[in-house]
């Protein structure tokens, strides 16, 4: 995973900065098998990884204020954006006393089923990790993640896993086999509470095999990772957001190997092998659809952790 590091002198004295890229996710699988007691669904996904990226620079201050900027007007810019709560929570259980300035220069549409807020979160706080010196692990700033968003602690560890719980419990895979991520967002945002709200666990009448997909992703099996592509919010969304089917129908028009929903959506998102296919795809998907990308499937995990 890549990452930099500036140290630099100001008059002033030594201000000391970390970057670290903070990966979308997809969902190459999505089953809600049970609301439970408190609420949440009981989740069992395969997620993984694609080369769409936020960079976060964390900036060490003195004093005890956290501020932040983004490039995107579309995330808020003060402590309701994840950044931000994650910076805070992680002061408030290690005890620092140092302040930060977040730069979040964002790539991953909004709102749109990638994790984009997830991944800050989670890049905010392996870079305080680095930046503050805490020695924490992997796991435990995965644990401060969980506290703020089910998806978080997937984010901090990043690469491929199953995931279980509320998304909290989680069972690292290999990397997916190389291939192209075509992704493609509807102009409006979905919210995932909205979704969940509208889902009906009963009335699911087909699911994604979760074992099956993670042997697929195991054994390195393109063919089968596509023929297993599923998730059960697609239905849900598709019902609000017509689009939403329309572009997964394009997308398999245009030759995608696989195509799929990612997360609570509108995202869709397509697997081809070969970037003469997703190029193809791209052009055939931008006459309706402004957010289209081609990226590499990334799939390892951030190697700074342990
Ligand atoms: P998930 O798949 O985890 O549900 P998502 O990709 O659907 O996430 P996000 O892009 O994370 O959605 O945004 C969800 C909401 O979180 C937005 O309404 C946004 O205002 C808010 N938010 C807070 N912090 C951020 C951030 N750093 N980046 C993006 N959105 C943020």
């Known amino acids: 995973m890549e990452r930099t590091d500036r140290r630099y002198d100001r008059m002033e004295g030594r201000v000391q900065m970390v970057s670290e890229k903070a990966p979308a996710k997809i969902n190459l699988t999505l089953d809600a098998?049970?609301?439970r007691p408190d609420g949440y669904h009981e989740l069992e996904m395969v997620m993984t990884t694609v080369d769409l990226a936020d960079r976060i620079d964390l900036e060490d201050r003195d004093g005890s204020s956290i501020t932040l900027e983004s490039s995107s007007g579309l995330v808020p810019q003060d402590e309701r954006n994840l950044a931000y709560r994650?910076?805070?929570?992680?002061?408030?259980?290690?005890?620092v006393r140092r302040g930060v300035h977040i730069r979040i220069h964002k790539r991953i549409p909004v709102a749109a089923g990638l994790a984009g807020g997830s991944s800050d979160a989670a890049a905010t706080l392996r870079?305080?990790?680095?930046?503050?010196?805490?020695?924490?692990?992997g796991r435990e700033l995965a644990d401060i993640g969980a506290e703020i968003g089910s998806d978080i602690p997937f984010?901090?560890?990043s690469g491929t896993a199953v995931a279980k719980g509320r998304g909290e419990i989680l069972e690292p895979l290999p990397a997916p086999p190389p291939c192209w991520v075509v992704l493609a967002k509807p102009a409006h945002g979905v919210s995932t509470a909205d979704v969940f709200g509208r889902l009906n666990v009963g009335a699911i009448s087909e699911r994604p095999d979760t074992e099956a997909m993670a042997e697929a992703v195991c054994s390195g099996d393109?063919?089968?990772?596509?023929?297993?592509?599923g998730n059960v919010l697609e239905p849900v969304t598709m019902g609000m957001h017509p689009e939403v089917g329309k572009i997964k129908r394009k997308m398999l028009e245009f030759g995608a190997e696989g195509a799929l929903m990612s997360g609570s959506g509108p995202t869709v998102f397509a697997l081809v092998r070969k970037e003469?296919?997703?190029k193809r795809l791209v052009n055939g998907l931008k006459g309706f659809c402004r957010q289209v990308f081609a990226v590499r499937m990334l799939g390892k995990p951030i190697d700074s952790l342990d």
């Open 127 to 137: 870079g305080l990790n680095r930046l503050w010196k805490l020695g924490l692990s």
């Open 33 to 35: 098998r049970y609301k």
């Open 86 to 95: 994650a910076a805070a929570l992680l002061r408030e259980k290690t005890g």
């Open 155 to 157: 984010c901090v560890h």
């Open 222 to 229: 393109f063919d089968r990772i596509t023929g297993l592509l």
């Open 276 to 278: 003469s296919k997703a």
